[in-house]
């Protein structure tokens, strides 16, 4: 198994089909435009490749803020339900750790979906901790 950043077409359709087991309704035209606007702010995508096959995937971005300092932002994590429980999420969480570190950040952050109690398991198992809620308002 590999790490590698998705830059072809082919690693980004790639990326979509993983994606949407997380992002179930994430419609393949959304995106398509989301992802280019992300990519533009800088958005990247890490994944964890079984020889040509995308089995787990990383989508970061490295921001500064007050209370973060400079981090990198785990926007997505999902690891191919037919290869969960193997280590794949944590091996790329972990290189995303390092990768974070030797781009000069100071800690690692995300978002996980209250009912989500398996990836919250996963998550402190890893050391991350429980530091605030996140709150949205729809501005539709």
Known sequence: MEI?????????????QLLI???TNLEEGTFIKLSEEMRIEGYRVFGLYDKE???SLAGVIIRTNFYAGR??????LVT????RSKGCGRKLLQFIEQWGKEQGCETAG???GLH???AH???????????????????K
Request: no cysteine; charged share 35%.
């Open 121 to 139: 398991r996963f998550y402190e198992g890893l050391e991350y901790g429980k530091y605030s809620y996140a709150f949205r308002k729809n501005l």
């Open 71 to 76: 981090h990198v932002f785990i926007y997505d």
């Open 110 to 112: 995300l978002d996980s």
């Open 80 to 83: 191919k339900s037919s290869a």
């Open 53 to 55: 096959e995308l089995v």
């Open 4 to 16: 590698r950043e998705a830059v072809t077409g082919e690693e980004w359709n790639q990326v979509y």
């Open 116 to 118: 989500r109690k398996d």
């Open 21 to 23: 087991e997380l992002r």
